[in-house]
């Protein structure tokens, strides 16, 4: 068969790729403390645990108030720039577009470090989850840019100055028209930045005041091996969480395709 | 009839470029008025002014007597059907037509009926529930038209709205056009690169070049007597001869033809050298039997192109460097010669114009 070869190498590829996550569950279930095989039986009370644990449900909470925030401000600034690029003429534009979108390749930890800097000892801010919500926006921006900017140049330039020429004025044509149709991709961009502020480790590492974040306390976990199945319990939740939002995305990001009449396979996932 | 709009001077620049050079303009009402030009000519820079979609640089815009400086495209009394169509595609088809009814006061059942009118004034009633998305290209235009009418606008301005549809639907779309046109009364502005939308559908047309107007006027006028070479190339086919004049009533001497009589009515230049032009359809190969009417001269066929109706012959004459182009109608028992046959040419002085630059 002349595609064995190919099948093979795709199924340990995905192997590879996701038997690693496919351990958290299996362990989260498993009623020992060591993570060894063979299992020991079934159990649900590490999720008990992880209910009970007050430090880790405020670091939870940090977490999501984090992610909200991040969502919000990165993808009112994606708006911005989407649409500064999709529809104006500006001098510089391709550079400064460019420039905006540095931070996708940028070390995390060089601009977690640099970030501390600044907000220590040049701005003199105390660390505290807006310290967090700022460096998030930075590298979650981009991302909501490269959504957004999919979803402004779908769209028909005239499609704004009808809407004015039948009477709305550049605001109202803009809630009209434009916002509807690029609605998929807000709440694509919104979920997108979302996850990835919610996971990030290293800046929230060096940024998080007197509370941590869900990433940074699970890492404090570690040195605890008593603990580690509850971190298990808790990492299944997550994938399941960040699959499922990831999917609503894709599904808005679809969806706005289909409304403005595009037929599309590729994207995000 | 009065004047609905007034252009004076009318410049616009965008940066270096010099987009419209004084455009001076009066559009009546109840026109249908054709802006013709090349592409780049600045015919739909001059619409979008119209519409308020751009401020003019210098100059005045009156609509129905009224300033349009400093008032946006939703306070003028123009509506536009964009070349996209620009139809809303997250909307129906009557929440598309009734987008500008939102600060109507009227009521919502007075509202839909309205709509719906105006859907069957352009041949889609019944299509309200449907949406614009799932729509083709002609029925999205009708979209447009309708949702435009439907405010009952002073003006109608069309950009290009043919040019996207396939030749018989763009036909079909010209004839329903001007019919709407008739029934609404409304002036509609046409912005259009094709000479033949042109010439079938406007009352008067303006041709442009680089931003300014070459020639003003009703479509057999432009077509008849083409203020210079430039509109007369634009416009339909056209061969150009060079000449001389000969005295100051008319005489000339055309090369590879002969002396002719300019009509009287031709304003005459001095002297010296000019150009004539002389449309295929005026010239006419000779059969055996046949005998000219007016003039005659001899030819080679240069090059035949059959298009069913029509042949067109390329003519090779002594004395002129092109060979002239001559359209034949393709009559019963006529047959269509081959490359290389000598022919008698028969050409008739009054189709003579005298062309300026």
Known sequence: ?269 | MTALIELKSVEKHYGDYHALRGIDLEIRAGEFFSLLGPSGCGKTTLLRTIAGLEEVSSGTIRIDGRDMKGVAANHRPTNMVFQSYAVFPHLSVAENVGFGLRRDPRSKVEKARAVEQALEMVGLGGYGKRRAHALSGGQRQRVALARALILEPKVLLLDEPLSALDRLMREQMQLELMRLQRQVGITFILVTHDQEEALVMSDRIAVMFDGQIGQLADPETLYRKPANRRVAQFIGKMNFLPGRMLDQRGAIEVAGLGRAELAPEQALPAGGEITVGLRPETLAILFDGDTAPRRETRGTVAEVVYYGDMTYYEVRVDGIDRPLTVSMKNLIGRPVLEVGATTRLAWDERALVLLTA
Request: net charge positive; hydrophobic share 60%.
């Open chain 1, 1 to 269: 068969m002349k595609g064995l070869p190919l099948r093979v190498y795709a199924i340990l590829y995905l192997l590879f790729l996701y038997a690693p996550i496919a351990l958290l569950p299996l362990f989260a279930f498993n009623d020992a403390t060591i993570i060894a095989f063979p299992l020991k039986g079934f159990t649900t009370h590490w999720f008990g645990d992880l209910a009970g644990n007050a430090a880790l449900r405020q670091a939870v909470g940090n977490s999501l108030f984090i992610a909200a925030m991040t969502a919000i401000f990165a993808t009112l600034l994606g708006i911005c720039a989407a649409r500064a690029g999709a529809m104006a003429r500006f001098p510089g534009k391709g550079g400064i577009l460019g420039f905006v979108m540095l931070p996708l390749v940028l070390p995390e930890i060089i601009v977690a470090v640099s970030l501390l800097i600044v907000m220590r000892q040049v701005l003199g801010l105390n660390l505290s989850n807006w310290t967090v919500i700022a460096a998030h926006v930075l590298i979650c921006t981009p991302f909501s840019i490269a959504i957004l900017n999919g979803a402004f140049q779908n769209l028909d330039p005239s499609i704004e100055e009808a809407a004015m020429d039948l009477g709305e004025s550049r605001l109202s044509a803009f809630r009209l028209v434009t916002l509807p149709l690029v609605m998929p991709g807000i709440v694509s961009s919104m979920l997108i930045a979302f996850t990835i502020s919610l996971d990030e480790f290293i800046i929230a590492f060096f940024l998080t005041g007197a509370n941590p974040t869900m990433p940074v306390y699970i890492w404090g976990l570690l040195r605890f091996p008593a603990q580690l199945p509850v971190v298990m319990a808790l990492g299944t939740i997550l994938v399941t969480l960040s699959v499922v939002l990831l999917v609503i995305a894709e599904l808005f990001r679809r969806r706005g395709l289909a409304r403005a009449g595009i037929k599309d396979t590729g994207g995000f996932l």
